[in-house]
């Protein structure tokens, strides 16, 4: 029996379904985009509209209009906005912009304004596939804990196929496992202040902030530079405990999970 308020579930075949064709619309349209060339990530997002990004994120989203999932989801206004899971990544992303800035990397709009509007589409069809659809269609089948690890493993392990874009699968390999880790914070985001929006807003930053750090300066400071880059390197992994210990609070996830159709205790 659906729980009231509630209008539809999403069953885990749709959920594996949709996985299946985001995961071939990103990799194989920027394949296509790319006319197989290889490319870096910095140069996918910077050299023009992301076409694929943009499109399975678009996919995902007449899904959720279409069964009237928004509220499921998580499109709704975030509550405890002030709550302290926000502090760290606020800091490192405020951080990180501002040596950029210092550094020269947003005195030409041509340099950071592709890179600003695809982060932002990359934050949307990434949240909506994994702390949206994935999500709440796991914690149907397991409990939480285990729904949070199955989800935050697929979260690395599709990283790993932007080995096929760039050529880089060693880089790739290791961007995985720090996705991993930064999937329990964006995922104790969603649960904490119950929406997807606030998810995205932060995994647009992050990914920005990252981004335009590995851009090359203007002019500016190697010193400056090299803690920007300790800081973003190590800060997936405090993402991760962050994430972990933010969700160990049972009676948050229950309220979560309350929201949730059919889902499975804690």
């Not at 089948?141 to 493993?153: E, M, N, Q, T, V």
């Not at 880059?229 to 994430?243: D, K, Q, Y």
């Not at 929201?259 to 205790?265: R, T, V």
Request: net charge positive; charged share 10%.
């Amino acid at each position: 029996m659906q729980k009231p308020g509630i209008k539809s579930v999403i069953p885990f075949s749709h959920s594996l379904t949709l996985f299946v064709l985001w995961t071939l619309i990103t990799v194989f349209g920027i394949k296509f985009t790319t006319k197989g060339e290889e490319v870096t990530l910095l140069q996918l997002i910077s050299n023009g509209f992301a076409f694929p990004v943009f499109i399975a994120g678009f996919v995902l989203v007449a899904y959720t209009l279409a069964r009237n999932l928004k509220m499921v989801l998580g499109f709704c206004r975030p509550t405890r906005l002030a709550h302290s899971i926000l502090i760290y990544p606020l800091i490192a992303i405020l951080c990180s912009l501002l040596a950029s800035t210092y550094l020269g990397k947003f005195n030409n709009f041509s340099s950071y304004g592709w890179p600003l509007v695809n982060c932002l589409f990359v934050g949307i069809s990434e949240e909506l596939m994994f702390r949206g659809v994935l999500l709440s269609s796991l914690v149907r089948i397991y409990k939480f804990w285990r729904a949070a690890i199955i989800l935050s493993l697929m979260f690395g392990m599709v990283h790993v196929l932007n080995g096929f874009i760039t050529g880089l699968f060693f880089e790739s390999f290791v961007q995985a496992i720090l996705a991993t880790f930064s999937g329990f914070i964006f995922l104790a985001i969603r649960v904490r202040t119950r929406s997807i929006v606030l998810a995205i807003a932060i995994h647009w930053l992050w990914d920005f902030s990252v981004f335009m750090s590995a851009t090359n300066p203007h002019e500016g400071s190697k010193i400056i530079e090299m803690m920007v880059s300790i800081v973003l390197a190590a800060s997936p992994l405090v993402f991760g405990f962050l994430g972990i210990a933010q969700l160990r609070n049972r009676k948050v996830v229950e309220d979560f999970l309350a929201e949730q159709p059919e889902s499975i205790s804690y």
